[in-house]
Every structure is written in structure tokens, then in C-alpha cells.
């Protein structure tokens, strides 16, 4: 138990970290009865609203945008899109500066004397002293304290023409060429969406993957489609000199300047200065603490951890949930409750999107290929292409995972998640209406492609579809 005689602050849940996970944290331990605190070192909104999800999708959908002017001469309508790049980044600002203001309203309404803003550091399992000099002393802990950008040596040096997505979406104007370093879904959503704007954009990426995405034949389109926009150099080192007030990449194979650099080369979690070393915990060789991810307990201490920091499934649902897992079991400790964790679940927002749905599939898997360039509604919107591949068990065809590229894929996949999460087969996902002519349609082939290799009967309203259907 933490001394309480000395501590400016006593509580029973103390949350560091007012982001997605720490939001959820400190509500659900204050909904089961806890006092709580919930201490920021800035309160200036979370990573989601300021810097992550919501900017990045922004100056995607404005790629989408240029890109849709370019389709339409197919529909016989001619057009060509003159994109004004300051325009561009003022309105991605300030729409993202109205999701930020919402995040903070969220600050606003916490009841009185909760929000502390000050950066916290362990003393002890459960006692904090903040950078004021407050002492706080709790029950038990949440560490919600997220990620940062990983920037590799060579990087450092470059000054200010290097962005990562904490500064890129602060640019004034879109810069004529940019080289983007890393190729996870965090550089390809950038790569792509300055690509669409008209910028030069060439990618690096030291391995031969793109995107996270284990499935072959999904990976390849992905490839493919990327390669119609920008340029791909996968396996190489990227080395950078300033150059000109720009920089020059040199690889293996070439040398090219460019405006600007984005480097997005992964995130790690935000421990350092936490002072992790006071609380006995045992910590993996990334220095993160090693905790439960049914309970989210760091061992068998007063304390949980959530989102980023945690350095696994680092989305937004999973943040909250894990915020809200670990904010339960903050509030009822030592009563800690094991919970179910959700499928796996991926979406990066490509044009077209892909994502990936549970594991990958193994030696036992029963795939099921349903191609989109056939599509009859993707058809119709000039965007046949992609591909679904849909994994399931034996012997009844029961569905364990997909990894999807392809017009509405990040619609289709909450369709196949919850089909997944509710244990559904491919006979029984077939039995279901599927309106004509849709995007959800395409799925059929891949899904009868299951039944057939499990042997396992088709529905009977699941014949005579026309094809591409
Ligand atoms: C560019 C980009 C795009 C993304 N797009 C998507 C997407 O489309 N969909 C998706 O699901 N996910 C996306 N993500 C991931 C998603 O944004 C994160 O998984 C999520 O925001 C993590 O939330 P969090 O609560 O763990 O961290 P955060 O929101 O970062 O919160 C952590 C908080 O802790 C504070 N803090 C840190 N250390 C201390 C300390 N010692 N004392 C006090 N306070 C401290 C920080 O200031 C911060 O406010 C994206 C991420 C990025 C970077
Ligand atoms: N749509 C989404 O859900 C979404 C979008 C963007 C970001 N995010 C989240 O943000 C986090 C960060 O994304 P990310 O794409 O930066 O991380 P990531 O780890 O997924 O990808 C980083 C990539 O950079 C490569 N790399 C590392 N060092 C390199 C180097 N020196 N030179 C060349 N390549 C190098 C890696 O091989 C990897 O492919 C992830 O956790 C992701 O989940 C999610």
C-alpha cells in the first residue's frame, strides 16, 4: 500500500496520459466508483485528433479528391484538377483544429479537480512525483502515455526539412517532391495522398514488405497499384545529406534530391523518463513492462497499462478498449477480470483501402479468392480492382480472417469482422441478402470458393447470381 502521509494527492486510480486510452481509462474507473485522476503533460488534445488519425485522413480525402477529377474523363467527363497546396493544408487544419477542439471539450467536462496538467514519474508502484514537485499516491496506476515517432540516426542531423506526422501537417504548401521513409501503413497513406496532390513522392523501405500485409497476393496488388503513382525502392538503405536547402537520398542503385523528407519508420512507446525503474516491474527487451493483454496488469503490480505505450495493436478501437480493460480492473483491484480481446483488425487507408482481418493464414487454411476487377459495381464506378481473400477452417468453412484490397474495403471488413466475431461460416455469410448491384456482392465468389473446397452445402438463394456479381 503507497504512503499516503506525504502525498499533495491521494486517489484510487491515478491515470497518466489524457489520450484515447487514458480518456476511456479514467471514465470507466470513475464509472465503477473509483477517485480518480487523470494527469497530461499538455492536455492539448489526444495523438488521434492532433497528429494522427484525423489530419492524415484529411489530406487524404483531398488526394481523393484530385484523383476522382482524374477518373471522370472515363464517365465522358473532361477535367483536370488545378490543386492550390496552401488551400490543401488550411483545410486540414482547420478541420483538424475542430475534432482537437472536441477532444478538449472532452477536458472540460471532467468533474472539477481531476485533469491534472504536469509530467508524471514514478517513485514507486504507485506513487508519482509530477514536475511541479506534487507527490501523488493512489491504489493503483494506468500508464496511457502513447507512442512517438521512431527517427533513425542519419535523420536526426537534416534540420528542418525532415517532417514526421507531428510537423508535416503544419507544412504551408504542398513541397514539389518528398521522400518518405518507411513503408508501413503510416508513410503509404502520406506517400499516396501528397502523390494524388501532384507532389514527386518516392518511397524507401529497407524491407521487401509494404503495409504490414502478410498475404501475398493482397500485397502485390497493393504494390502494383502504389507503383502507378509514385515510386517504390524496396530493400534499400536510405542515406540522407542536406543538400540546397532540400535533401539528397543516396541508395544502393541511386542518388535523387528532393523538397522534403517524411520520416515514417515506426513508433515506440513514450516510457523513457517515467521512471519505470521504481516500480519492480519486469520489462521486455523493448523496455516495455510485461503485462497481461487479457486484464492489461503489469504482472501482478497496482498497475495497468493502455494504448500505444504498450507497443501492440497501436489503432484507435484498440486504445479505448484497452483504456477501458484497464481502467475496470484499475477501479477493482486486486479483483482483475480477464477479458476477451477482439479480432485482429487493420485498415489502412490506401486508395483503394486494404485490411486485414484476424491471423494469417496458416498451412490448414481454406482460401477463398473473391477479385474485384470483374466486379459488376466496382464496374460501374470505373474502380474494378483488388482483391478479397478470405481465410477459414475446416471442416465446416467456419471464417477466421481476410486480408482485403479494393474500392469500400474499409466498409466491407467491419461486414467480415463481425461475421468472424459471431462465428460464422461461409455457407451460413451466403444464406444472408447481399443487395444487388453492391461492393458487398463481390464477396460471393470467394465465399462459395470455401464451401466448395470444405465441401460444404451452398444456400439455396445463393444461385444463378450473374457474374462478377
Ligand atoms: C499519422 C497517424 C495516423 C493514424 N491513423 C490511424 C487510423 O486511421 N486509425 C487508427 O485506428 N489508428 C490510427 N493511428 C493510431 C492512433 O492514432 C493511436 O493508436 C492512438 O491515438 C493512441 O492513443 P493513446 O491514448 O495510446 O496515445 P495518445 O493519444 O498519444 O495519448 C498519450 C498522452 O499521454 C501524454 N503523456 C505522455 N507521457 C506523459 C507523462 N510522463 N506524464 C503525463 N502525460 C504524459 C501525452 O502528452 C498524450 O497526451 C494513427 C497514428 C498516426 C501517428
Ligand atoms: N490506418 C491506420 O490504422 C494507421 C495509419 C497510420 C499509422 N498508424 C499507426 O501508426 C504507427 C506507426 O506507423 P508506421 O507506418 O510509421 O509504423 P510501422 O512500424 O507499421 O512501419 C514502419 C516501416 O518503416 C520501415 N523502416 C524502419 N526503419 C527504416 C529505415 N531506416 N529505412 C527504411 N525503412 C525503415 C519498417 O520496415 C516498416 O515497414 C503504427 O502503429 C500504425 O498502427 C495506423
Not at 217 to 233: D, F, G, P, Q, S
Not at 360 to 370: K, L, N, R
Not at 436 to 447: A, D, F, M, V, Y
Request: hydrophobic content about 40%; overall charge negative.
Amino acid at each position: 500500500m503507497a504512503d499516503t502521509t506525504t502525498a499533495d494527492l491521494t486517489c484510487d486510480v491515478v491515470v497518466i496520459g489524457a489520450g484515447t486510452a487514458g480518456l476511456a481509462a479514467e471514465r470507466v474507473a470513475r464509472s465503477e466508483g473509483a477517485r480518480t485522476l487523470l494527469i497530461d503533460d499538455r492536455f492539448a488534445g489526444t495523438t488521434c485528433a492532433t497528429v494522427g488519425c484525423m489530419p492524415s485522413k484529411l489530406l487524404i480525402t483531398a488526394g481523393m479528391a484530385a484523383q476522382s477529377i482524374r477518373r471522370a474523363e472515363v464517365f465522358g467527363i473532361d477535367a483536370t484538377p488545378r490543386i492550390d497546396g496552401k488551400r490543401v493544408m488550411q483545410r486540414v487544419r482547420c478541420e483538424r483544429d475542430r475534432f482537437v477542439a472536441a477532444t478538449r471539450q472532452g477536458f472540460d467536462d471532467l468533474p472539477e479537480g481531476v485533469a491534472i496538467k504536469a509530467c508524471a514519474r514514478f517513485t514507486g508502484p504507485s506513487t508519482l512525483v509530477l514536475d511541479d514537485g506534487r507527490i501523488v499516491s493512489a491504489r493503483t496506476v494506468v500508464i496511457a502515455t502513447g507512442s512517438k515517432p521512431i527517427i533513425p540516426e542519419p535523420f536526426r542531423k537534416l534540420g528542418d526539412v525532415i517532417d514526421t506526422n507531428d510537423t508535416i501537417f503544419e507544412l504551408d504548401e504542398l513541397p514539389r517532391s518528398l521522400a518518405v521513409i518507411g513503408a508501413g501503413a503510416l508513410g503509404l497513406e502520406l506517400a499516396q495522398a501528397f502523390a494524388s496532390l501532384g507532389v514527386e513522392v518516392v518511397v524507401f523501405e529497407h524491407g521487401d514488405h509494404v503495409g504490414g500485409v502478410h498475404d501475398p497476393v493482397v500485397e502485390a496488388e497493393l504494390k502494383r497499384i502504389l507503383r502507378r503513382c509514385m515510386t517504390l525502392h524496396l530493400g534499400v538503405d536510405a542515406s540522407p545529406s542536406a543538400e540546397d536547402g532540400g535533401v539528397v537520398i543516396n541508395w544502393d542503385g541511386g542518388s535523387q534530391r528532393f523538397d522534403r523528407v517524411l520520416v515514417s519508420t515506426g513508433r515506440e512507446p513514450k516510457l523513457d523518463g517515467l521512471g519505470l525503474d521504481q516500480t519492480g516491474l519486469a520489462l521486455n527487451d523493448r523496455g516495455v513492462p510485461i503485462y497481461d493483454k487479457s486484464t492489461m496488469q503489469c504482472g501482478d503490480a497496482p498497475i495497468f497499462i493502455a494504448g500505444d505505450a504498450d507497443a501492440d495493436r497501436s489503432v484507435l478501437h484498440e486504445a479505448a478498449n484497452e483504456g477501458t480493460i484497464a481502467g475496470r480492473n484499475a477501479a477493482c483491484f486486486p479483483n482483475v477480470e480477464a477479458v476477451e480481446r477482439d479480432l485482429p483488425f487493420t485498415i489502412t487507408f490506401t486508395d483503394p483501402p486494404v485490411a486485414i482481418l484476424g491471423e494469417p493464414a496458416g498451412e490448414d487454411s481454406v482460401i477463398g479468392c473473391a477479385p474485384y476487377d470483374d466486379q459488376g459495381r466496382a464496374k460501374v464506378m470505373a474502380q474494378a480492382e483488388g482483391m478479397v481473400r478470405i481465410y477459414a477452417s475446416r471442416p465446416d468453412g467456419r471464417l477466421t480472417g481476410a486480408a482485403m484490397i479494393g474500392p469500400g474495403m474499409d466498409h466491407i471488413a467491419h461486414l467480415l469482422a463481425l461475421a468472424i466475431m459471431r462465428g460464422e461460416t461461409a455457407t451460413g455469410l451466403l444464406a444472408l441478402p447481399f443487395y444487388h448491384p453492391t461492393l458487398e456482392e463481390g464477396l460471393k465468389p470467394g465465399l462459395r470458393e470455401i464451401c466448395h473446397e470444405v465441401h460444404a452445402p451452398l444456400s439455396q438463394r445463393d444461385q444463378g447470381i450473374p457474374p462478377g456479381a
